[in-house]
């Protein structure tokens, strides 16, 4: 390479180098350093939905799939935080300030243990802090949406809503017969006869199909169970409803598993009539910005929203072992 091309190549470095950090300066000299570096004594901040005077209310929403995933803070700083929103739970339910939470529920579902977590927590602020908890669905509150939504006091739901899917699924591939075409051998040394159980490389065997459906079938009891103590409703009626298929708004009303239709300001305005909380602030809760949330954002605003990139990050991100989930798929 001449020395021209070095010195283009040199000054085209040097302009991306200064454009860069045009760009992080400007976001830093628009930030509020007391804000950035502070330690606030809550996690949160509160961002005001209603201005009132008389007792408080807290939305909180969970939006994405329900999965302990503990994304990258510097690549990505919107997705759902499963530590993140039971610890928005906690500080609701704990603090004496606040006279009734809602969850504003958008997602197809996700982990068993997940949204056994959460719904976990919300009978526990149920029982001991004595605060209703209401849900209003969003445009999808499927199956572990619809497991956290179950112990809540009241489910409110658009007539449009998709809800439901009552049920436990695990997938995996069989790519055995794609390997043999290829003649492609895949060897596996293992412990026991079950070690490798839901390879990928080798069709199930009927007695690995029988174990694996006897453990779907116990999260599926479980499933059930919640939503009879939640709903009061008969097994065997949980169980005719549930059998994986989804549900509107208005159909999930007419079978019993959701209270009223309308929206999340609809929703509010019952929580405020049924426990005289006409003149309640409405808040819900933000990330307290630090320097991590800082970078992440900063570092966001420069390579932009390329969804091919987003997509990548997610798949990389994603783990590829089978596992059992509460989730609505298509």
Known sequence: MNKKRWFALLVAV??????????????????????????????????????????????????????????????????????KFLEMIEEA??????????????T?????????????????IQEENEKPIYV???????SGGYYISAPADKIVAHPATLTGSIGVIMQGYDLSGLTDKLGIEFNTIKSGEYKDIMSTFREMTDEERELLQAMIDDMYADFVQVIVDGRGMSENQVRELGDGRVYTGRQAQENGLVDELGTLEDTIAMMK??????????????????????????????????????????????????????????
Do not use: C, W
Not at 49 to 77: A, C, F, M, R, Y
Not at 93 to 106: C, E
Not at 109 to 124: C, N, P, R, T
Not at 293 to 299: D, E, I, P, R, T
């Open 14 to 83: 040097v302009l991306f180098i200064l454009s860069t950090g045009f760009q992080l300066v400007t976001s830093i000299a628009s930030t509020n350093f007391e804000q950035l570096f502070a330690f606030p004594e809550s996690k949160f901040q509160e961002e005001v939905i209603e201005d009132g005077t008389n007792g408080k209310i807290v939305v909180l929403n969970l939006d994405g799939v329900i999965q302990d995933t503990t994304p990258s803070t510097l690549l990505n700083t919107t997705s759902y935080n499963h530590k």
């Open 93 to 106: 339910g704990s603090d004496p300030n606040v006279d009734g939470i809602i969850l504003r529920v958008n």
């Open 108 to 124: 197809p579902g996700g982990g068993v243990v997940e949204s056994a977590e959460i719904h976990d927590k919300i009978v526990q």
């Open 136 to 142: 209003s669905m969003g445009n999808t509150a499927a």
């Open 273 to 330: 009539e049924d426990f005289d909380l006409s003149n309640a602030q409405v808040v819900t809760y933000n990330n307290s910005v630090g320097l991590e949330q800082f970078l992440g954002m900063s570092v966001q605003s420069l390579v932009g929203k390329d969804e091919e990139l987003v997509n990548l990050l997610q798949i990389v991100q994603d783990s590829n072992t089978p596992r059992a989930m509460y989730l609505y798929s298509n």
